[in-house]
């Protein structure tokens, strides 16, 4: 059996790791369409080693010969092109936050959660999690089945790369000014982020938190365990690729960190990256161009009756994006019965 697949956003980040992906793991399609807005029509992108897409419009895009649409072009978008996508037989995998919290739409981690794909075709949409979130989660369920946890408090150093191009182009932008003495005024961020850290993202909330800090908190309960208290702190940081974040973690019964370090070496999409000397860690920059969630610093947290703490980092635009989207793609067609409309 093969697809056709269609890629929305197809000249922003996320798209263009998307065709990489699709092409590096091998999707089964029989023919990929490069979509985007008109501004973009007739520009080109690249498709594995040898195929250039000319890119399409979305907006005069007939889905009702497409098998899988993957969506990334911001919510705006995906909020209008989603649903009649769907409505044509379309299943979409839309990266974006509009239909995350909708209890009729399945948020999904493959790694996690796939048992919530065995309704997609009740809207013919699933929401991709947001990149923090799907990070931690890939990390945190092994321990969850080993012992429910209770309490997760959790730090983000999340790169510009989550704010699109335009957010890199400022770090380049920002810190070329700084070495000739000019200075480059914040476009995509409230304050400087060249050599600085923002414990900004997304909107606030009456309550003090950002839009970031709660997609987190409710990705969290949607995905893992509607019981977990979960608090967050989401900061911007000068770093173009990975995302990181200091995760702590309080279990309602015992977890040892030899339990944990041995639960998570044979966990799926997991990488320990673990050794106490120099080095002995994962950075954001080493996790640029991996597929695996990768896991250091594990060590008891004393401050709480049964805790651990941790160093977790990926790829924000492969596992936190690209990747995600692709693998619940696969978990469509390999378990849950996704027919192609046309056989080749």
Sequence with gaps: MSYKVAVVGATGNVGRE??????????????????ASRKSIGKEVSFGDDDILKVRSLEDYDFSDTDIALFSPGSAVSKIFAPKAAEAGCVVIDNTSY?????????????VNPQALKDFRKRNIIANPNCSTIQMVVALKPLHDAA????????????????????????????????????KEPQRFTKPIAFNVIP??????????????????????????????VNA???????????????????????????AREILTDAEGVAM???????????????????????????????????????????NLRKGAALNAVQIAEELVKNYGLAPKKSH
């Design 18 to 35: 998307i065709l990489d992906i699709l092409s590096d793991r091998n999707f089964p399609v029989r023919e990929v369409v490069a979509l």
């Design 99 to 111: 239909f995350r919290m909708d209890p009729e739409i399945p948020l999904v981690v493959p790694e």
């Design 148 to 183: 429910k946890i209770k309490r997760i408090v959790v730090s983000t150093y999340q790169s510009v790369s989550g704010a699109g191009k335009d957010g890199m182009d400022e770090l380049f932008d920002q810190t070329k000014a700084l070495f000739v003495n000019d200075h």
């Design 200 to 229: 900004h993202i997304d909107v606030f909330m009456d309550d003090g938190s950002t839009k970031e800090e709660w997609k987190m908190v409710n990705e969290t309960k949607k995905i893992l365990d509607a019981s977990i208290a």
């Design 233 to 259: 702190t989401c900061v911007r940081v000068p770093v173009f690729v990975g995302h990181s974040e200091s995760v702590n973690v309080e279990f309602e019964t015992p977890l040892s960190v030899d339990e």
């Design 273 to 315: 990256y673990d050794e106490m000397k120099d080095g002995g860690y994962c950075t954001p920059l080493e996790s640029v161009g991996e597929d695996g969630v990768f896991i250091s610093r594990l060590r008891t947290d004393p401050t709480v009756k049964h805790g651990l703490s941790m160093w977790v980092v990926s790829d």
